[in-house]
């Protein structure tokens, strides 16, 4: 993970504890699904959210919507920056609530083939 979105997640998780950061919103995972496909998130970080060489892990397990949404409006690195006028916050919290869906992979060890 690179040092500036670490930093932003230490900053974030510090304005959370703090009770700085708004409670999270419910979304709706389906359409949240159908925005990940239509902005091109999934070009970067997967069609699972689970990350590439070109963009972040982001599921399962999503960060905060507060926090998806300051670092998708200020990003570090590569990634552009998407203004309100590009996707609005429900918008955010649908694709949120869709990574939210995304459950845990498998481990390796309840894997037969990987165990012989």
Do not use: W
């Not at 932003?8 to 709706?28: K, Y």
């Not at 070109?54 to 200020?74: C, M, N, Q, V």
């Amino acid at each position: 993970m690179g040092r500036s979105f670490t930093g932003f997640l230490a900053c974030v998780t510090t304005l959370a504890s703090a009770g700085f950061i708004v409670a999270q919103s419910a979304g709706s995972a389906d359409n949240g699904k159908k925005l990940f496909s239509k902005y091109g998130c999934y070009e970067c970080h997967g069609t699972q959210g689970q990350g590439t060489t070109a963009g972040a892990r982001l599921a399962p397990k999503p960060i905060a919507l507060a926090a998806l949404i300051a670092y998708i409006r200020k990003p570090g690195g590569q990634m552009p920056p998407y203004t309100a006028k590009v996707v609005s916050d429900a918008e955010l919290g649908d694709i949120r609530a869709y990574l939210a869906t995304i459950p845990e992979p498998t481990p390796a060890k309840n894997i037969p083939l990987l165990n012989q």
